[in-house]
């Protein structure tokens, strides 16, 4: 189920995520990014700048959201932005939302193919991004548009 938080943002294509979220641009933050070398800092930057922004610190549970957000961007980029055609740029989404005590991460990519939960562990060298993401949240899923598109999310609480 779609937390309402992320609405109808799936379906709309191309995503306008203000428009789609219903809300107010002081609880929303949106970015791009390409499976890009500068993409990983790209990200890191948008979500640690919107959470300094809204006045989130460590404290309240930044590095979790800055993990997910991470791990969330990562999935895209290794298995939706980085199979498209060579010498095609496609492009994915980073949402934030700030509500009711939490901080919901929503990644959206040109892909219809649905994320993979396995097994892992914090040992494992690789495949561990969803194991961080079912830790670090205390909901995720996922959605596909009929245009063609998926929206993976999480739900971060931030703590007082």
Same mark, same amino acid.
């Given at each position: ?18 428009? %789609?979220?219903? &809300?107010?641009? /002081? ?6 990014? $390409?499976? =890009?070398? *500068?993409?990983?800092?790209? @990200? ?29 961007? %990562?999935?895209? &980029?290794?298995? /939706? ?6 010498? $095609?740029? =496609?492009? *994915?989404?980073?949402?934030? @939302? ?63």
């Amino acid at each position: 189920m779609i937390p309402l938080e992320i609405g109808n943002l799936a379906v709309s294509h191309p995503p306008d995520w203000g428009l %789609a979220l219903g &809300i107010s641009t /002081a609880g929303f933050a949106a970015s791009t990014f $390409t499976d =890009t070398f *500068a993409a990983r800092s790209q @990200v890191r930057e948008f979500t640690h700048e919107t959470l300094a922004e809204w006045d989130v610190n460590r404290r309240q549970g930044a590095d979790e959201i800055l993990a997910v957000a991470w791990e969330l961007a %990562a999935n895209a &980029i290794q298995h /939706a932005l980085r199979t498209t055609a060579p010498h $095609t740029r =496609t492009k *994915a989404w980073l949402g934030l @939302v700030r509500k009711d005590g939490a901080i919901v991460c929503a990644v959206t990519d040109p892909s219809t193919s649905l994320p993979q939960h396995r097994p892992s562990s914090l040992l494992d060298e690789t495949g561990r991004g969803l194991f961080l993401v079912t830790r670090l949240s205390t909901a995720w899923g996922w959605s596909v548009s009929h245009a063609g598109t998926k929206t993976v999310w999480a739900r971060v609480p931030t703590r007082p």
